[in-house]
């Protein structure tokens, strides 16, 4: 199969990117670590690019507290020489529910999501008895298409629920093992007409929170043009970046990695696939973030 129309570059390292910008929006899951061990050459990059006056923030859908995915980060063994500051899909959500005190809500979602939670005003209940539903995952966590979701789902949104969404991600890498994400039900959710509040990427509040920390690390304001975000998933990282003006590298070796790494090597044929019906076009690609 022919390449995409202008295809984009594929770079060997960030090093041949860095000169051009001023502050990296970087991806944590997939580019970072697979969920059970960090990727060394990833994080060496991002100290790199900081040794050299750049700003790095990471921004993870992840549907917990920053703190506590930083905790994780540490011990995965990356360590805050890689970054200046962090933001989740969990923070954005905790702003959700704080400005909602006393409303009870139901939530969905594994028990190390529960610190989403701490020191607000937020009544966990029964669906039944909810003002609206937050989900931060599937439970049980080992289900694999969201169709399994379909009866609860739709009796959530006859009764009109909005359904707010901790982590917009469709699945999420962990070892060689592909995980349904909370943003595969919101699909669903959706299809079956209800209302979706989504609080991590590709929406424009959690990049306007990053850019926040950028300016204040910077002292200055952040042009979009000399911003660089790093991810893997096109649907996310990629259509997010554009939409606030910054330019984007996809990184194979993440949630598309059997398609596009099958062997440890980029496919060229498979990345044109995969991008001719990809949401957002990255302005270059690279098989493993590394300088």
């Not at 100290?47 to 917990?64: D, H, Q, W």
């Not at 997010?240 to 990695?257: D, F, N, Q, T």
């Not at 790494?261 to 690279?286: F, K």
Request: hydrophobic share 40%.
């Amino acid at each position: 199969m022919p390449e995409i129309i202008d295809a984009p570059p594929i770079i060997e390292g960030l090093s041949s990117l860095a000169d051009q910008f001023e502050v990296l929006l970087c991806d944590v899951w997939g580019v970072l670590h697979n969920g059970l061990q960090a990727y060394p050459e990833a994080a060496e990059a991002l100290r790199r690019f900081r040794s050299r006056g750049g700003t790095v923030i990471l921004i993870s859908n992840a549907p917990r507290p920053h703190e506590a995915v930083e905790r994780r980060l540490t011990q995965l063994g990356v360590t805050r020489e890689a970054y200046d500051d962090f933001v989740t899909s969990g923070d954005l959500t905790r702003q959700v529910v704080a400005s909602r005190p006393g409303v009870p809500l139901h939530h969905m979602g594994p028990a190390r999501d529960f610190r989403l939670f701490d020191g607000l005003d937020a009544p966990r209940v029964a669906p039944e008895e909810a003002q609206y539903f937050l989900c931060t995952g599937p439970m049980p966590e080992d289900v694999h298409s969201a169709e399994y979701f379909r009866g609860p789902l739709s009796g959530l949104a006859r009764r009109g629920l909005e359904f707010v969404c901790a982590n917009p991600d469709l699945v999420v890498e962990k070892g060689n093992e592909l995980l349904l994400c909370a943003g595969s039900l919101a699909v669903l959710y959706e299809s079956l007409g209800g209302n979706v509040l989504y609080a991590g990427k590709p929406h424009r509040p959690i990049y306007e929170l990053a850019l926040s920390h950028a300016k204040r690390r910077r002292g200055s304001t952040i042009d979009p043009a000399r911003v660089l975000a790093i991810g893997d998933a096109p649907r996310t990282d990629i259509a997010g970046a554009h939409a606030i003006g910054a330019r984007s590298l996809l990184v194979a070796k993440g949630i598309h990695a059997r398609e596009l790494m099958p062997q440890g090597t980029l496919l060229r044929p498979a990345l044109a696939r995969m991008l001719a019906d990809a949401p957002g076009q990255p302005d270059a690609v690279i098989g493993e973030l590394r300088w």
